[in-house]
């Protein structure tokens, strides 16, 4: 099989991140993908745009370049992104994260192994320019596993997903209602249109963590997620279910102080909640 990284950059990134973000995916790797796709959701820094012309003079007809004139987000730029994947998987790969180097080879062996699978993912450790590890999240293995815990949380980590192309062929993409969130809804859609999801307990991801991150996931994206397992908690299981208690306390819990979320995740109370049957 072929793989294609599909990685979006966009001009509030920094040019040291996607080096970094590159390297993992080429230099690092046991198992080099035959193609990268990075999208330019518009105009960057001319930081950035020195790693992207660094990397495109190295590898050549190997890194695909999309370039949108102006910025589309992210949903809307990965569509677009995978109309130009030539590959039969696609390694989805944000621009300050870090693939770790066996993550092709693994993700790859196990879909040559389970044909029955269209999406795997696999645990990633969290970190930050201080330290190497604030968290480890897994995530359910089996799709049956993934099945019960969406309605909990999202049951991948977006960019350390490998899926394969064919999906999208037949008609699967992401939803371009949603500019955040995206991810949760793709998964909603995958397993209602009968496609079959995975996780590897290996970590396969190092995940950047920035700023004002709890800030970020109590404002903003409440509302939409909210909305995403509301809609496919009822496209899977209909009006009458217990599940829609989750996305409620999700949406109340969003809504909390910044102050009193980070508590909450460092706590581990969140993490003893959506492992409890």
Not at 88 to 109: T, Y
Not at 144 to 160: D, Q
Not at 175 to 196: N, P, V
Not at 245 to 261: K, N, W
């Amino acid at each position: 099989m072929t793989i294609s990284v599909l990685m979006s950059v966009y001009k509030s990134e920094k040019g040291p991140f996607l080096e970094r973000a590159l390297q993992s995916v080429w230099d690092d790797q046991t198992r080099k993908p035959n193609q990268i796709v990075l999208i330019e959701d518009g105009a960057l820094t001319t930081e950035l745009y020195d790693v992207v012309n660094r990397w495109k003079e190295r590898l050549g007809e190997t890194l695909t370049l999309c370039v949108n004139e102006v910025n589309l987000g992210l949903t809307k730029s990965l569509n677009k992104g995978i109309l130009a994947v030539t590959s039969d998987l696609i390694a989805r790969m944000d621009s300050d994260d870090i693939a770790v180097p066996n993550r092709f080879k693994l993700q790859e062996r196990f879909l040559e192994e389970h044909p029955e699978i269209d999406i795997v993912g696999g645990s990633m450790q969290e970190f930050d320019d201080e330290h190497e590890c604030l968290n480890v999240r897994h995530y359910p293995q089996t799709h049956e596993e993934v099945c019960k815990y969406i309605v909990k949380a999202c049951p991948l980590a977006h960019p350390a997903v490998m899926m394969r192309k064919r999906m999208f062929d037949e008609g699967l993409q992401y939803d371009e209602r949603y500019r955040m969130s995206q991810d949760i809804k793709l998964w909603y859609d995958a397993i209602l249109s009968g496609y079959k999801i995975a996780n590897l307990p290996e970590i396969c991801l190092f995940f950047r963590q920035q700023g004002e991150v709890f800030k970020r996931r109590s404002r903003v994206k409440a509302w939409n997620e909210f909305k995403i397992y509301m809609n496919g908690i009822y496209r899977m299981h209909g009006l009458f279910t217990t599940a829609y208690r989750y996305p409620i306390a999700r949406y109340i819990f969003r809504h909390l102080p910044p102050s009193m979320v980070k508590r909450i995740y460092e706590s581990g109370m969140r993490k003893r909640v959506l492992e409890k049957s």
